[in-house]
């Protein structure tokens, strides 16, 4: 059994209280133990970072960047250890769990830039001898929540930032799936970070609410659902903290006639039953145009009946379980809902058969196959709700516009993409669509690293997307710096009221 605990001060540390279990989501089975902090462990986290900041704050760029790099190549060089213990306490398959740590890493290599990222700006002579500059300095400590979905791509979104930019940053990861943290962590030290610069405290709300009160924590990234999002960011701006709170998602396909309905059927499969379709840029929601519905709901039927569900760590498997009982049954329990509020069940996962044992429904471990509910009436709570798990809902429209407005009206504002062969049609949806992300043609429009993730609406609590730009200026503060070196031949006093000139 595996004994997951904290990083304090560049060293693994004994948890001293309540632990929670950890599942293999595959078989049901309890894997190990998670020791979960208490607000006295979290106060020696942040002390450790307190006393480790002012010296990386005041290292130079191009050692911070040399201390990146080396990471880089060890995160690179792990990449499989990694994989192998997000399959086993989360349940996506290897290939995913791969491909989320290289989505993780681009924001590493991104962070490598630093120097050119921090650069600010110079004016001279902006009046006699009076010469003005910007700078963008570090906030000192500040924390990452991070859910149990993407337990490496999600804190790579902000620690890599937020050190490169000189602070120091604590991590609490999901209690379901902690072991990925300790080995970033245990990478960070042997890249050369100094002890304290970068801490874990494993845990639940009480350490989530120390972090979000703790008088030193300067600022709080979160990424998970809407109401715990808002909670953060109510919380934390409360105690006079900068906040990024990311939250839910509700991401519809706009698909218009002229698609290609073979690319839109391969793309709402792929983006709607990925990692078990939690994700918050999973596509929960298709809207197909009149009268493209019925041929494309076949052709997403057909494909999902090829589908292959097992343990993360079949080469076989395309999807793996969900990450915990209670939640595998929450998302089950949509399928009656959507016959309830009208909708057609025309794929069951509860039926779908799983690699080395029987149907999902009956197989220990945490199974629910690729669902798919057509016919879903507008606005009901199938439509509307985050359901974040394997169940497409298939809503039939009438009209481009009808289909936007139901986009619009919703509550989330995350991702959305629209299918189409009409380059006008798309232009005007990504003018007229209230949403944060946008594909064309394209199911996941998940941002490069150079750009800013984020969404609009109960997506969203604060003004600063993560990574990107946005992100080096949320871990960052201005200062404009106005200077004049006199000459020695100066006026003397003057006690008139200073001009420009």
Not at 127 to 152: C, E, H, W
Not at 470 to 479: C, L, Q, S
Request: hydrophobic share 45%; with cysteine.
């Amino acid at each position: 059994m595996k004994n997951v605990t904290h990083w304090i001060n560049g060293a693994l540390v004994e948890g001293s209280g309540r632990t929670s279990e950890i599942f293999n989501p595959a078989t049901g089975e309890v894997t190990g133990r998670v020791h979960l902090a208490s607000a006295e462990e979290v106060d020696a986290a942040v002390a450790a970072a307190v006393a480790a900041w002012p010296a990386w704050r005041d290292a130079s760029l191009v050692k911070r960047s040399q201390v990146l790099f080396r990471f880089r190549e060890l995160m690179y060089a792990h990449r499989e250890e990694l994989a192998r213990l997000i399959s086993a306490e989360h349940g996506k398959v290897h290939s995913d769990a791969l491909g989320e740590v290289a989505r993780g890493l681009e924001v590493v290599e991104f962070a490598c830039g630093i120097p050119h990222l921090l650069k600010g700006g110079f004016s001279e002579g902006v009046s006699t001898r009076v010469d003005s500059y910007s700078i963008r300095q570090p906030l000192g400590v500040v924390a990452g929540i991070t859910p149990f979905n993407f337990p490496a791509m999600v804190p790579m979104w902000m620690f890599p930032i937020a050190i490169a930019a000189g602070n120091a940053f604590i991590l609490k990861p999901s209690e379901k799936d902690p072991s990925a943290s300790l080995l970033m962590a245990s990478l960070w030290k042997e890249a050369g970070l100094p002890d304290g610069v970068f801490g874990v405290v494993q845990g639940d709300k009480t350490a989530v609410d120390r972090l979000l009160e703790h008088p030193q924590v300067r600022a709080v990234s979160f990424v998970g659902s809407t109401p715990i999002a808002r909670y953060v960011y109510e919380s934390a701006t409360g105690h006079g903290k900068r906040v990024q709170a990311l939250g839910g998602a509700k991401n519809h396909m706009l698909v218009l006639p002229d698609a290609d309905l073979d690319l839109v059927a391969d793309a709402a499969v792929s983006a709607g039953f990925g990692s078990a379709g939690e994700r918050c840029m999973a596509i929960s929601v298709v809207l197909a145009v009149d009268p493209v519905g019925d041929e494309l709901v076949d052709r997403i039927v057909s494909r999902v009946a090829e589908l292959t569900v097992g343990p993360g760590d079949d080469p076989a498997a395309q999807m793996g379980p969900l990450v915990t009982e209670a939640h595998r049954d929450k998302v089950a329990s949509y399928l009656e809902l959507g016959v309830a509020e009208g909708a057609k069940l025309v794929v069951d996962g509860r039926r779908t058969p799983v690699l080395g044992g029987g149907a999902a429904e009956q197989s220990p471990g945490f199974w629910l196959g690729p669902t798919v509910l057509d016919h879903v009436p507008a606005g009901s709570r199938v439509h509307t709700e985050e359901i974040f798990g394997p169940v497409l809902a298939v809503v039939r429209v009438s009209s481009y516009e009808e289909g936007l407005e139901l986009i619009n009206g919703g509550e989330f504002g995350n991702g959305t993409a629209v299918f189409t062969n009409d380059g006008g049609a798309a232009r005007r949806f990504q003018n007229e669509v209230e949403v944060g992300m946008i594909g064309i043609n394209v199911p996941i429009p998940v941002p490069m690293a150079f750009y800013s993730f984020g969404g609009w609406k109960s997506s969203l609590f604060g003004d600063t997307h993560v990574h990107g730009t946005e992100g080096v200026h949320f871990y960052t503060r201005g200062k404009v710096v106005t200077s004049r070196w006199l000459d020695p031949s100066h006026g003397g006093v003057n006690l008139g009221f200073p001009t420009n000139g």
